[in-house]
């Protein structure tokens, strides 16, 4: 049997000073600011210049392939994060070289961080998130199977930046995945 909350945030309504609904608590009237969430990930290429990619092992779209990357810790910078996800899910040692792109995807209240990197070491394996990990040539990548569209793009991105010192980072491309809030 699910019993009622009756402490904590628990009412929507706007609060004093705001303009959108938000949970209230209603005896200490504390709100609890729900936020968008920060992903952080990497192009990653060899020293011949193939690029990693990983398998997904989880929902959603489990076995199509991406790049390692995956939700930004607490106490985390964006940078430590994406070292972070290349270990663990590709079992990779990688150096960053710079932001390649930041991917605001509203409508499931996502903001993406992509870095340019490389491996420190050629060594890789499947970590408990993917099912196999690939270095994959230029036109051996399997767009049809890549898992969603900010991988398509982070890969555009980099070829197009592939060779050259990174400017200002990319952002969202046009015709991408429809943003209903924006």
Same mark, same amino acid.
């Given at each position: 049997m699910k019993l009622p909350i009756t402490r904590g945030p628990r009412e929507r309504r706007v609060p004093e000073g705001d303009d959108k609904p938000r949970l209230v608590c209603p005896e200490c009237a504390y709100v609890a600011y729900e936020n968008p969430k920060i992903v952080v990930g990497s192009v990653v290429t &060899? *020293?011949? +210049?193939r690029v990693l990619l990983c398998r997904r092992a989880i929902e959603p779209r489990r076995g199509f392939w991406t790049l390692p990357a995956g939700y930004l810790e607490l106490g985390e910078s964006p940078e430590h994060g994406a070292m972070r996800e290349a270990r663990e899910e590709a079992c990779a040692e990688i150096a960053l070289d710079g932001l390649l792109a930041v991917y605001s995807i509203?409508? !499931? &209240? =996502?903001? =993406? /961080?992509f870095y340019r990197a490389r491996m420190v070491r050629e060594e890789c394996a499947p970590g408990? *998130? &993917? /099912?196999e990990v690939r270095l994959f040539a230029w036109d *051996? !990548? %399997?767009w049809s199977e890549l898992a969603f569209p900010t991988v398509h793009w982070a890969l555009g991105h980099f070829e197009a930046s592939r060779g050259?010192? /990174? +400017? =200002?980072p990319f952002g969202n491309v046009e015709g991408g %995945? %429809?943003? %209903?809030? +924006?």
């Open positions: &060899s *020293e011949d +210049g509203t409508h !499931i &209240s =996502q903001v =993406q /961080l408990m *998130e &993917s /099912l *051996e !990548i %399997p050259r010192a /990174l +400017g =200002q %995945p %429809p943003d %209903p809030v +924006g």
